[in-house]
């Protein structure tokens, strides 16, 4: 069993940047493929980015692309989602999730995934 735990969200104006830390139990969090998913309120969650296990490779959805930022440490057993240039569509529970697939090196869709954090939300204001 993994337990993930998310922190970092916040209220912040458009613009403004944050840093979204998933801190994980166990010791083999290298095994696992994560990403990044969010729900804004009234609709479905969508896949934000994800990494592999070495953090050598990485996708994010287009609306991510070229103002967010997904890592890994595995030394910490912890991932990143680094923000910038948010906008008030990105409001949304952001969870970080964890994928313990075969040999794919990485995973867009929340059926690959096998853990879920709670969730930390981030809120943009105009």
């Known amino acids: 069993q993994v337990q993930l735990v998310e922190s970092g969200g916040g209220l912040v104006q458009a613009g403004d940047s944050l840093r979204l830390s998933c801190a994980t139990s166990?010791?083999?969090?290298?095994?696992?493929?994560m990403a990044w998913f969010r729900q804004a309120p009234g609709k479905e969650r969508e896949f934000v980015g994800t990494?592999?296990?070495?953090?050598?490779?990485?996708d994010y959805a287009d609306t991510a692309k070229g103002r967010f930022t997904i890592s890994r440490d595995n030394s910490k057993s912890t991932v990143f989602l680094q923000m910038s240039s948010l906008k008030p569509e990105d409001t949304a529970v952001y969870y970080c999730?964890?994928?313990?697939?075969?040999?794919?090196?990485?995973?867009?869709?929340?059926?690959?995934?096998?853990?879920w954090g709670r969730g930390t939300q981030v809120t943009v204001s105009s």
């Open positions: 999730a964890a994928a313990r697939t075969g040999t794919q090196a990485l995973a867009r869709y929340e059926h690959e995934y096998d853990y």
């Open positions: 990494i592999s296990r070495s953090g050598v490779y990485t």
């Open positions: 166990g010791r083999t969090f290298s095994v696992y493929i």
